[in-house]
């Protein structure tokens, strides 16, 4: 991917390199996908030929103990009758969609490919999206992913597919597929905020592998530097628009009207943002991260929403903090500040380490980066796609006619 502007060059400066490294090393402690699950198989040596099926709702407890097996976070089977049974999307679609695949041997379910169905929105168009979830494969049958991948591709009735946050093999067997990667030159530069710098120089430490004394040297030595720096840092001013918490279950018809007189501005692909979906997409049955949402209020009206998701590192005890979404009337500037402003507020609030933002369009961006943000590069493509229409296909290959971040794809769709 081409090279981001010449300030989010400097701040990856080898004088910020502390932080840079245990962002990497967290990265890669966290959910695997098929190409990089280590752990063994446990069907002896003698390999079983697996046959491929459509997913059955039946299946929820051998698919839960393979995404166990394979580092993923926890399921229940909850979270799949909300997915697959109170999904809002379900009431669009022209057939039954498919949950997803498995492949099976005589031993047991091997490997996995959720397929979530949700809509989105193009001008006056609703359509039917698929995004992947959940991919998971033993290591001895990963060579069988491309066959799971392909049949979430060739799924019928669906206008645009979509794969976030996987690994360097899913997306360039992806691409192998005909997918695309969103044309967006920044998109792969997560932006990030250190909020309790001695917690994250404790993680790092330990994440070096340092013993218990050396471990509260280098914690004590990086929290120093790293205190200096983070100073300057985040949100200098506090913009003097109100901002008030609701509860997810609270989001109601205001929020309506701003989904509507948002639809009606310059013509851009939105992931479905009724309430209904708002709803329904930020309901985690079982899960430990917490939602907060966010609202700016104008001449008594919701002139903008922002969603903060809050999640725990279950190795590394790390508490992290995303900006999970954030709509806005008109992208105007000073709403679109004042919410961040509530968002960086509210991660500190939660007591998070470390407050993230994936993508996002460039006005918002472009905010975020006067706070001096540290800037990371995502390892491989963070979000890919196909659609089979060929008018959506021109359309999509102006990255103006994007809304991209973490509402889409399953980054925080799932548990």
Known sequence: MAGTTAPARTLTHPKYHAADILLRLLESRRRPSSGQTETASLFGSALAPPKQREVQFADFSSIARLKERGGLAKDTLENWDRLWRQ??????????PSMGWVLETAEGIVGYQGSVPVLYQFENRTMVAATAAGLVIEPAYRTR???????????????????????????????????????????????????????FARVLAAKLGLASGMEAAGAFLASSALRLDSLRRGPQSHPPSKITQIDVNDIGDEFEA??????????????????????????????????????????????GYAVVLHTVDREAGLRRSMLADILVEQD??????????????????????LFEVIGLPEHVRQILMRWHPYVRTYPTDPLVYKTTDEALVRTLADENAWYAGPFDGDATLLP
């Open 87 to 96: 999904n809002p999307a379900m009431a669009a679609v022209k057939s039954q």
């Open 332 to 353: 105007d500037p000073d709403v679109t500040e004042a919410l961040l402003d509530a968002v960086y507020s509210n991660a500190v609030a939660s007591g998070g380490h």
């Open 258 to 303: 701003l989904w509507r007189r948002k639809l009606g501005e310059a013509p851009r692909l939105l992931a479905d943002r009724s309430p209904a979906s708002l709803r329904w997409h930020f309901t985690l049955p079982g899960s430990s991260s917490t939602v907060a949402v966010l609202c700016c209020h104008r001449f008594q009206r919701l002139a």
């Open 145 to 199: 992913c491309i066959g799971l991948l392909a049949s979430f591709y060739r799924q019928r009735d669906v206008a645009l597919f979509v794969i976030t946050h996987s690994t360097a093999s899913v997306v360039n067997q992806s691409k192998a597929l005909h997918a695309r990667s969103l044309p967006r030159p920044d998109y792969d530069k997560v932006l990030f905020w250190i909020l309790n710098v001695h917690e």
